[in-house]
């Protein structure tokens, strides 16, 4: 009986599994290779897939946080256009206080008093007013029923914003001239900005 000499090429053999064998001559005997035949082609599907994912992902998260920062941009945008009016600066009256006084009329149609670069001893029982008179050198020079108060000081020392209420929006534009710091307890001017 004659043996069949195994070739030096290997030879694919399929099952049904699909499996492939490949048996190479090595020294005179058969040593055998075996992987899944689809592993390459569905490995490299499955690394292309994740690889798409990945970019869709990665796509979808830099669209999403584009449009989140875009209405925060707008809004800040809108909040910073603004057109500033009259401005003034603080003088002592009965006390101290330093710093700019500023009419701003936003964007958004509301009006606020800016007070920047602005510093006072201390905030307690210290609100921010408008007053008519053109400017206020004593405390005599005000009448105390005609304050315009647009709350407390928020800090003894920096950049603040008071929003002037519609209703007195016009009263402003009407005749109120001079940014007071208004002791409530000692019903007494410390500062004044008079708006020019």
């Known amino acids: 009986m004659t043996h069949a000499r195994t070739s030096s090429l290997a030879r694919p053999l399929t099952l049904a599994a699909g499996l492939v064998f ?14 899944p035949a689809s592993a390459a082609p569905s490995a490299m599907a499955e690394s292309s897939a994740m690889a798409q994912a990945s970019a869709m992902a990665q796509a979808s998260a830099m669209a999403q946080a584009s449009a989140m920062a875009a209405p925060s941009a707008m809004a800040s ?9 009259e401005k003034g600066t603080f003088h002592a009256v009965d006390g101290s206080a330093t710093g700019i006084a ?21 905030i307690a029982h210290t609100n921010v007013v ?18 315009l108060d647009l709350g407390p ?25 001079t940014v007071v710091i208004w002791d409530t307890a000692m019903l007494h001017a410390i500062a004044a900005a008079p708006l020019k």
């Open 102 to 122: 500023e009419f701003a009329q936003l964007a958004n149609g509301t009006h606020e008093i800016i007070l920047d670069q602005f510093t006072v001893a201390g």
């Open 153 to 177: 000081l928020k800090a003894k020392e920096g950049m603040q914003t008071y929003e002037i209420p519609a209703a007195m929006a016009g009263a402003i534009m009407d005749g109120y001239h």
């Open 77 to 85: 945008g809108d909040a910073m256009a603004m057109k500033v009016g």
């Open 22 to 35: 490949a048996f190479a001559a090595c020294s005179g005997t058969g040593a055998a290779s075996v992987a």
């Open 130 to 147: 408008l007053v008519s008179n053109a400017d206020v050198l004593k405390t005599t020079d005000i009448d105390p029923t005609k304050l």
